[in-house]
């Protein structure tokens, strides 16, 4: 395979079925693509107890510093529906100008273009004045346990830095070039259970119908948390489940249960978030249990090198200044950001976990262009 082709690169790719936590292939190819580059590569393995193990490459072109690493996962969601596909969803087909297949923009295709990118730097310049890394996990799409949470507890370990890092998420809602993330919100999930007494519901001052409480409370939660800042939206919380597990219309329930999540901004951490949330619902009163795990801390990276070159080198190829904003959920850049800086563009996501996943195979070439392009103004200089 051509290392230098990022279409032919993601249609090898996406016929790895590599749903998440199994790599499906996906790591030897890569690792195949990368070595004659130069690449020492490591591919580790982790398992923290009680969960599946997970696959990982780390690979690095050159010593020298400035370190850029490019971060990716190789894993996808299930395809669903097999039979609503038009394609097979691993047999990365071709139909007017797309690459249809499962993980062809969430996100093989995004890695096809900085693999190709580098490929290209090699054969066209040899050496690199710096080096290059590539941060690949098959752990994104699931727990993110053991993937490149655990990737980087190795690197600290190994006393490996990277100055700059960019993750190829899927970024633009329907262009190359509108959108790179330079942040993202923080995470929390939330579970509530209110508690009462079981009862007749002909004699309800023999019970304690936790219902109403847990409404009320609810109600509470879904009060505005504040105003936003000017890197973020307000903090949101959606409620989404409720579950009282009553069967009987003539039983009062001993307890009721409700889930949320909340996407937070930067006015608050998980910490002090749980306890905004805890007050709130102690102020309605009555008896209660609220347990909330984050899985993120909201975070921004601080305009510099690395959103500035990026931004100018996607100016270069298409014309366009991107808009640097923090909006979706979480990714694996939560964890990159505890070790260097970090920015998020990639390929358009309108199709991402959808039925017929695809990315226009002109798109694949534009954005192996900005890849390059940001290549060379961050790590040569060449402006």
């Not at 009163?285 to 931004?311: H, N, W, Y």
């Not at 996501?349 to 954005?367: C, I, K, N, P, Y």
Request: charged share 20%.
């Amino acid at each position: 395979m051509d290392a230098t082709d990022p279409l032919a690169i993601a249609a090898g790719l996406i016929r790895c079925p590599s749903v998440t936590p199994d790599q499906g292939g996906a790591l030897d190819l890569l690792q195949a693509l990368l070595e004659p580059l130069g690449a020492v590569c490591h591919r580790l393995t982790f398992q923290k107890e009680g969960t599946a193990a997970v696959e990982n490459l780390y690979a690095r072109i050159g010593t020298a510093a400035p370190h850029l690493a490019f971060a990716g996962h190789v894993d996808v969601v299930p395809p669903g529906d097999e039979a609503a596909w038009s394609v097979p969803p691993f047999a990365a087909e071709i139909r007017d100008g797309w690459l249809i297949g499962r993980g062809a923009c969430d996100m093989k295709g995004g890695i096809a273009c900085f693999v190709a990118a580098v490929a290209r730097h090699v054969r066209d310049h040899g050496s690199l004045p710096g080096s290059v890394s590539f941060l690949i996990t098959a752990d994104e799409e699931g727990d993110a346990i053991n993937g490149t949470a655990a990737l980087v507890d190795w690197l600290r370990a190994r006393g490996e830095t990277i100055d700059a890092c960019l993750v190829g998420e899927p970024t633009n809602p329907s262009a190359l070039g509108e959108v790179a993330k330079v942040g993202r919100r923080g995470s929390l999930n939330g579970t509530l259970t209110v508690h009462g007494r079981q009862g007749h519901t002909a004699y309800p001052e023999r019970a304690d119908n936790p219902v109403p409480r847990l409404l009320a409370m609810l109600d509470a939660l879904m009060q505005p948390l504040d105003g936003g800042t000017d890197a973020f939206q307000p903090s949101h919380l959606e409620i989404t489940t409720i579950d009282v597990g009553n069967p009987a219309r003539n039983v009062i329930p001993a307890r009721a249960v409700a889930g949320f999540n909340v996407r937070f901004n930067d006015r608050f951490t998980a910490s002090t978030l749980d306890a905004e949330l805890r007050e709130r619902c102690a102020g309605i009163g009555g008896g209660f249990d609220l347990v909330c795990t984050s899985g993120a801390e909201a975070f921004r990276t601080e305009p510099g090198p690395l959103s500035r070159e990026l931004a100018q080198a996607i100016d270069d190829v298409v014309g366009r200044r991107p808009e640097l904003n923090t909006l979706g959920g979480t990714s694996d850049a939560r964890f990159i950001k505890d070790i260097a800086p970090v920015i998020e563009f990639g390929l358009v996501g309108q199709s991402m976990h959808a039925v017929d996943e695809r990315v226009a195979v002109a798109d694949l070439g534009t954005l192996t262009a900005i890849y390059g392009r940001f290549l060379d103004r961050y790590l040569t200089g060449r402006r």
